[in-house]
């Protein structure tokens, strides 16, 4: 089935870093996901982006919808240990109620 | 958002034997939904599980494999059945209500052996 362009695959990074990561479809969405998934736990959902251009923040981390409606990034500033976790981007598109997913970053932090 | 809850939160089957997997939401939503996750892959939608009516599979997701209930707007189960260890994966439900995103239960992480 169809997925999105998720990346990095993985990172690490020293804590303290910033981290940014993006996911691009060959479509348009109208909904954009982030979810953080820690192991052996369902997905979280961090934030959610239903307008082009739209920038969104919740505390350290910042979301935007692509205003060509079809990419989307996550930005975490200052990380620290408890950002570790595989962070996940979604996409909907018109009427379809399913998700389209990506593959997942996979962010590691060294203390 | 609604707290959901997922029964078992593991288990370890044999073979050619059959799981079900319970989903219980705290409120009425309007969708709700089965994933699989095999290791260190992404989220595969299975099916999307309708109130009062047979659930809606995905392509190369089968009821005969998966059959799911949804007897109310609060609850809901998948079976996995004659199992193999190709099988083994987490499985997640997720609700959402009239509009996204949705929201998902903590998992059952199935081995089978």
């Known amino acids: 089935g169809q997925q999105l362009n998720q990346s990095p695959q993985s990172m690490f990074i020293q804590e303290g870093e910033d981290v940014s990561m993006n996911c691009t479809s060959s479509s348009i969405f109208n909904t954009w996901l982030w979810y953080k998934q820690d192991p052996g736990e369902g997905p979280v959902l961090l934030i959610a982006?239903?307008?082009a251009g739209e920038l969104t923040s919740n505390g350290r981390l910042t979301a935007q919808f692509g205003i060509t409606r079809k990419d989307s990034f996550l930005n975490i500033s200052a990380s620290i240990p408890s950002d570790v976790g595989i962070y996940f981007c979604a996409g909907q598109s018109g009427n379809n109620r399913k998700l389209i997913w990506g593959l997942g970053t996979s962010l590691a932090v060294n203390p | 958002s609604a707290v959901i809850s997922q029964k078992p939160s593991r288990d370890i089957c044999q073979r050619g034997t059959s799981l079900t997997i319970q989903c219980q939401v705290d409120s009425q939503v309007t969708m709700m939904f089965w994933y699989r996750q095999q290791p260190g892959q992404s989220l595969t939608l299975i099916a999307t599980?309708?109130?009062?009516?047979?659930?809606?599979?995905e392509s190369g997701f089968v009821i005969d494999k998966f059959p799911i209930s949804r007897p109310n707007l609060t609850f809901s189960t998948l079976t996995v059945s004659n199992m193999s260890p190709e099988d083994s994966s987490i499985y997640l439900c997720s609700v959402e209500d009239d509009a996204p995103p949705e929201f998902f239960g903590p998992g059952t992480r199935l081995t089978v052996l």
């Open positions: 982006l239903y307008k």
């Open positions: 599980a309708n109130q009062g009516s047979e659930a809606t599979y």
